[in-house]
């Protein structure tokens, strides 16, 4: 069975694919990033928009940009075959799944494809946080591959492509459209080839670049292991790590020195770290030294659900704890009149079922006196 890359790995596929080969080594388990968290969020209020759904200030705003746009497939997933050069839509079985595809077809799924006001089919490639207005849609390996799946699956020998960058703070910007016609989606084609013969090669090694940074396996790559025998055979006291001014490098060698160790130091103490906190999961709390501990401990949040009775409150006893998007916040609600009025106040929503609290378990530190999660 094919383990092939997604189309939000193709980027660093199409410079290195051994991280899919057959003899790349186990990937190694990572915690969900903050910033991937945000994404997915992200992309709910789109989705959101897009059917019609807009409850929040930017899929609003999403939506509106969205009238008059037509034949509307948000997070829609494809499958594309390379041998037969065929794809198609999938139909959804989950967040980001394709259990309908077979061995031999690449997947991928496109934020948005719609029919734009002057007839083009355009795909859409969302983007959180700032990266979207650095990207350039048409060299964008991701969104290349989904523009020849949309085509491919329609039968179009042309298709327009954007990306959009959405953030809280400054709403939604994009990119002016590009198009691909019918000689770009043959090129198109022969890229992802390359990359589907390369996952699958048996031959295909490792090459070092700056794609290693998002690779999937650079913790345990064998050019990750090469460049930490580097490191160790490199003299010590010509360039010691432990510096603490500018005044201690000798020279330029030894800046870059320092500065390549990290990035690996870096990625081989995550593994290491994520190791360990794997055993204190099973085995349970280690100490930290000085009465400390270290290891799961449930930890909650309250967050403010602002319904009919509790803003008709707060605007009545903290006004100024209300922003424009009539949103607030324990923190806002505590500048707003001070932290000890504060408590009442926040016992009173409680007391209509304003206030939410989530509760979760992770590693960290504490004492023998604190509830800790045996």
Known sequence: MAFLPSASRLPIAKHCAFAWSPHAPRWPKRPQRDDAEVGIAVHAEAEAAANGEASTPLA???AESLEGLTDRLPEQPYAYDVKTGRARRLVKAGHR???QASDDELTGTADLVYTSRDGRRVVRDYKSG??????????????RFLALAVARSEGLDEIDVEITGLTSMSGADSTPPATFDVFHLAEIAAEVADIYKASTSAETVPRSGQHCRWCPIREVCPETAKALAKIAMT????????????SEISGAEHAAFI????????DALDAASRAADDWIRDNGPIP?????????V??????????????????????AALTVEVSTSKSAIAKAIGRRESLHVLDHLRELGAVKTSKWVQNDKFRKSDDAAE
């Not at 390549?260 to 130091?265: C, K, L, S």
């Not at 930290?288 to 799961?296: A, C, D, F, K």
Request: charged fraction near 30%.
């Open 97 to 99: 799944s394709y259990v």
């Open 235 to 246: 003299p010590g006291p010509a360039f010691p790590m432990a510096v603490a001014s500018a």
């Open 288 to 296: 930290w030294g000085e009465g400390v501990w270290y290891g799961l």
């Open 259 to 266: 500065k390549r160790a990290r990035a690996v130091y870096e």
């Open 298 to 319: 449930e930890k909650s949040r309250e967050t403010i659900a602002l319904t009919p009775e509790a803003t008709e409150f707060l605007q009545r006893e903290a006004p």
């Open 130 to 143: 700032d990266d979207g207005r650095w990207l350039d849609p048409k060299t964008n390996m991701q969104l």
């Open 60 to 62: 609003r705003e999403l």
